[in-house]
């Protein structure tokens, strides 16, 4: 256990010196292997893991939704869903913060980045908002928290990545964040509502969307949700898996692409392509890392010790999911998604195993933790994502804006917790 623990205290102490989570997960890992039981055997398993891992074939949907991703960006679609989103919400205070909100969940459901998400909706969102005198601490903060919607709402590189290292089924776990996203857009909805009624000033009334604008909004909107409905359909009806799913929607995304005038050089291919195979490169660099440091801290012996512990506290199972949420939370304060679930979910695994405790429900859990770490300090990622496209912004602003938001996740997460059915009833109905 003393020998984890310092393995933990070596990789925070890397992590603040400036070093990729991916790389000092690696280091540590091999460091640690090494001591224990040699560096010859510490090289010889590091070799034969990641060889192992990088064959997998289930991890080929990531490269393939995050290509889908990409494509989506390149179609520049997110201004038709944003003027949709506003077409039917524009009536309300606040019109435009809800559309925000709305419309990020849409694009996340076919981008499947939270980054991806708050830099583009940022781009398109901010602008009509500033011309409305909308305050910037409402309109930064519903950006900024919009874009965690991406990894919940399917495809989720995230729940792909729990899915791998949990051993669960990622259709299952896919089908599971449907619900879970829903709801968290209407409670990102309602926190806009108390916002405004509290603070009218904040969110001056603004025009409807020409009719003609209307209809060319809502009919740029139908291949992607048709994409959507195709992915996500294909799998619940279990006329594909998720790996398939995911080169249907690749390939989708591309012609959708094609149709609105966009990837039609090899220029834009190749960016396209770069941007995917920079994402998936960072992605697996993080994924190998951690696969290497969970086989120190296997051979540490500290989940065994955990669950001795665990025994000795007399924990339910449910106060056991509570105690693990706890330390996700402050861990997203200073880890993104990613490495939250490679470092977390591996040494908490056999412990939640014995417990008999839903997978399926914790990986959606889990996830939903990692939401909040996305806009909560001190590292809040989605927040310096807005601040960089929008330097004019101050970082206090952004922070002080995503407080309801975070307010709503934080009740998300409790109903969750109390109602698992939230997350499990569409994947019971699949068994």
């Known amino acids: 256990m003393l020998t984890a623990l310092i393995g933990f205290a070596a990789l925070l102490t890397l992590c603040f010196l400036g070093f990729r989570v991916g790389f000092a997960t690696l280091i540590v890992g091999f460091v640690g292997f090494g001591i224990e039981r040699g560096f010859e055997a510490s090289l ?28 989506i960006v390149h179609a520049n679609i997110s201004k038709d869903l944003y003027d949709a989103a506003y077409s039917g919400l524009g009536k309300f205070r606040g019109g435009l913060a809800l559309a925000t909100v709305l419309a990020a969940g849409g694009f996340s459901a076919v981008c499947g980045s939270t980054l991806a998400t708050a830099a583009t909706m940022a781009k398109v969102a901010m602008p009509p908002m500033r011309r409305y005198k909308y305050s910037d601490r409402l309109a930064s903060g519903t950006i900024a928290a919009g874009g965690t919607l991406g990894i919940m709402i399917p495809p989720s590189v995230p729940l792909v990545i729990y899915g791998i290292i949990a051993e669960q089924d ?35 009334p603004a025009p409807p969307l020409e009719p003609e604008r209307r209809k060319q ?17 294909g799998i619940y009806s279990g006329i594909f898996t998720a790996t398939e799913a995911s080169g249907i929607g690749a390939f989708g995304a591309a012609v959708i692409a094609v ?15 770069v941007d995917a195979t920079t994402t998936t490169a960072t992605i697996f660099i993080v994924l ?3 696969i290497v440091f969970s ?25 056991l999911v509570l105690f693990v949420c706890a330390i996700a939370i402050v861990m997203g304060m ?14 908490f695994l056999p412990v939640l195993i014995v417990n008999d405790v839903n997978l399926i429900w914790f990986g959606i859990l889990v996830v939903l933790v990692s939401e909040i770490g996305l806009i909560t300090p001190p590292i809040g990622m989605n927040v310096f994502v807005v601040k960089s496209v929008l330097p004019d912004v101050q970082l206090g602003a952004i922070f002080r804006g995503v407080v ?18 939230i997350a499990t009833f569409l994947p019971n109905l699949m068994r």
């Open 259 to 273: 149709l609105r005038g966009q990837m039609r050089t090899l220029k834009e291919w190749r960016d396209c392509l």
């Open 217 to 233: 909004a809502i009919r740029g909107t139908l291949p992607i949700l048709i994409l959507f409905v195709t992915v996500l359909g």
């Open 334 to 347: 200073v880890f993104e998604a990613i490495g939250i679930l490679v470092l977390l979910v591996p040494v």
């Open 170 to 204: 990622i259709g299952l776990l896919f089908i599971a964040g449907i619900l879970p996203g829903l709801l968290l857009v209407t409670l990102f909805m309602i926190a806009v509502g108390i916002t405004v009624r509290v603070d009218p000033l904040a969110a001056p």
């Open 44 to 71: 010889a398993m590091m070799g034969q893991q990641i060889l192992h891992d990088s064959m997998n074939y289930n991890l080929s949907v990531i490269p393939l939704f995050i290509l889908m991703g990409v494509l």
């Open 288 to 290: 190998f890392g951690a």
């Open 404 to 421: 309801p938001y975070i307010m709503a996740l934080l009740i998300g997460l409790g109903l969750v917790l109390i109602f698992p059915s």
């Open 295 to 319: 086989q120190f801290i296997n051979l540490s012996g500290m989940p065994y010790d955990l669950l001795g512990y665990v025994d000795d506290w007399e924990l339910t199972p449910f106060q």
